[in-house]
């Protein structure tokens, strides 16, 4: 795979032979909203182009081939807009949430020996409704140390998460934004035009905190978008991008109104990330696409790859391949380490394609199948589940 989610092609969770829920498919796993269709490209590993494999959809109710049509073998070639050696899949119904069948591939004929399997997962479509903030910030003493920037326009929002939409249909989630950004101001930050966090995490920070709790619109999930978000001290040395905390997260920390100058209004449910960027061109919308949806995970109840955070992020290719893994963009290997982002020469092998000049994106996959030994797997059904529990609702007064 390489480049960006790509909602007609998902990425598959081959993590080993296990089985998703029902399984048992001896194979990987994709996920297909129901009334939509997917692609899946079969790889030929030492095996002809002349060699005829016939997909064949297990309980076609659920999900069904729809290319190459019933009794007609692959083509290795493109055929009109369909792509060589691809298996169009119609996700038929889901059965009232997610529902699942096994695509299989036969060889010489359709009742011919099963050469792979792959499990089809169908999806009933979840809507989550996002309100997204624009907030200015502004410290005490006008240093001008840093520009405001321009003002961020609606437009690129719903670029940002539009793409964000594209990570999230192979987990059947939706995001619809509303139209309107809502506009905010914080007064007496540490500087003007950034978010700094101070803590070590963000979850007790209290710039972090104030820019969630400003007017948060009950039952959506409340983005908040700043210029740049900057960590000082201990927090320096994690390197926080962007941050998504969940209701349960959330309501650990209380409100301490001692605190000076600004006040701690207590743990907030929301996600901060910056979309624009005057000082690194990096924050591409590629890039904050890939944060915001990380962090959306968060608020989701979504924890890191194997609970790995840094310095001990795992790193392996299934690791590298995940949303969850703990960095949201790597350093090429050319450019000076950033706070411990740089990567292995393994994990460049993967072939996610470049944000922008010089950083590597990791991957985009949203892990369907359940790994008794990996405490981050099955994350899609997790997902799901905390959609439905409105886990990004904010907490009200
Ligand atoms: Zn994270």
Known sequence: MTGFADASAPDIDDHGFTKTTNGPARGPTVGVIAGRTIRVRVVRDRLSKEAKLFPVAVNPAVAKVEFPEDGTPLSPDDNGTRH???????????????????????????????????????????????????????????????????????????????????????????????KELMHETVHHCERRGRLTIQG????????????????????????????????????????????GQS?????????????????????QVGLVAALQNEDKDWVTIGSFAHLAAHEIAHMLTLEHYNKRDTPFEQEDI????????????????????????????ASRQVGYGQFSPGMISPGQLLMSKLRPKLETSFEITTLRKAAAAKTFAPLLP
Request: charged fraction near 20%; hydrophobic fraction near 40%.
């Open 84 to 178: 060589g050696d691809c298996v169009y899949i119609h996700g038929v119904s889901h059965g009232g949430d997610a529902a699942e069948t096994v695509v299989q591939l036969h060889f010489g004929a359709k009742d011919g020996p099963i050469i792979a399997e792959l499990a089809v997962r169908v999806y009933k479509l979840i809507s989550i409704n996002v309100q997204a903030h624009v907030v200015d910030l502004f410290d005490d003493n006008p240093r001008n140390d840093w520009p405001a920037g321009p003002k961020l326009t609606s437009k690129r929002v719903e670029q940002g998460f539009a793409l964000v939409n594209q990570i999230y249909a192979q987990a059947g989630i939706h995001f619809a934004l509303a």
């Open 200 to 243: 070590l995490t963000p979850d007790d920070d209290v710039e972090t905190q104030t820019v969630m709790s400003q007017n948060p619109v009950p039952d959506k999930l409340n983005a908040y978008l700043v210029n740049i978000i900057a960590s000082s001290g201990v927090a320096a040395a994690v390197g926080v991008g962007g941050f």
């Open 247 to 267: 209701r349960d997260k959330a309501r650990k920390f209380a409100p301490d109104p001692s605190r000076t100058p600004l006040p701690f209004p207590g743990g």
């Open 318 to 345: 299934w690791a590298d391949r995940c949303l969850m893994h703990v960095h949201a963009s790597w350093e090429s290997l050319e450019a000076p380490p950033l706070l411990g982002q740089k990567r292995s020469s």
